[in-house]
């Protein structure tokens, strides 16, 4: 099977505009991401990959209100600021926090 050149080129035209629309559209779902008052809000699995935890960690944060979380159609989510929020009190020093409690 020969394809000449004006085929082959027609074809890769045909194939780099498809590519250029599925940019397209990457680029409106990445805009379209789930937000609450204007915060972007992250599902489980965002979560899990950003802090490096188990699902089983990211569980018991939840239940020691340590990370508030928001319920939406029976899925979790977590607004960006409470996660970043979450990662500076954590690192606060030990003394510090003892200090905090009492």
Known sequence: MNINRME???WM???????????ENLTDLQKSK????GEELLDNQDVLQMLK???????????DGRLPYYTISGKLYYKLSDVHGFIRNSFK???SRKRDKK
């Open 8 to 10: 082959f080129l027609a």
């Open 13 to 23: 035209e045909r194939l780099m505009t498809r590519l250029d629309l599925l940019g």
């Open 34 to 37: 789930t937000t609450l008052d």
């Open 53 to 63: 935890i188990s699902n089983r960690s990211l569980q018991r944060y939840r239940s």
């Open 93 to 95: 020093s030990p003394a």
